[in-house]
């Protein structure tokens, strides 16, 4: 008979390393009164749009920056870094995710102790990101209303992770080419988490957009004051 084999359970243990490296730079940047912000969505959700306009809006009255990450790609760090805010591109060369070793390489090219908030643009996925703690202050999703009001159902750890979650694009819901509802989705995401706060917006109109970033810069306040 063959010996019993040794099992291992990675993820496992890297998650834990991670969960535990994420607590340390929540503590430091809490310390150091950095607000960090993780933005995660489906690709084509509207994370770069909507920081276009939340940076736009914050940009006066925050020392500001945004770290992007992408599998292979810097187009989203460019169109950020037109707009005026400084801007640095991850690219994760395959991995669906940010781990904080990720977002620590991040922060070491940003003088963060400048700075009073930056945002993560996280890799564009509804699975994996929702697994690896970034460190970040806040984790925000982003649905988009082409997407469907059905994606807690299908992505409850996403939801369930969340402090805040931004239904974007609602100027499709004033069209005929969408049957998302939207008490419905609120409905399925109360199943799954009670307190998570919502914000319904368009990126492309700006409706919406300043009840969100008066509620992030109220946030922001609390957290390094
Ligand atoms: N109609 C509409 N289009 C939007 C809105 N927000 C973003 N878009 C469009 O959706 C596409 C993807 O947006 P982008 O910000 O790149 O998404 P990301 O991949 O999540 O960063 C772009 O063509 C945007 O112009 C919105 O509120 N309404
Ligand atoms: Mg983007």
Redesign the pocket.
Known sequence: MRDAVKLIKVKEDIQADNDLLAQRLRERLREQKTFLINLM????????????QTTGLMKDDFRLAVIEADIDSSV?AE?IAESGTTAIQLQTDGFCHLDVAMVQQGLDSLDGNELDLIFI?NV?NLVCPAEFDTGAALDVM?L??PEGDDKPLKYPLMFSKCHALIV?????LETSLTDFDMSLLEKRVRKINKGLKIFS?????GEGVKTWTDWLSKKVHEHNS
């Not at 974007?168 to 499709?172: E, G, L, P, V």
């Open positions: 969505s489906s690709p084509g959700a509207g994370k770069t749009s909507l920081l276009l989203d169109r643009e564009g982003i988009s209303v974007n694009k609602i100027d499709y917006l368009s990126s492309r109109t």
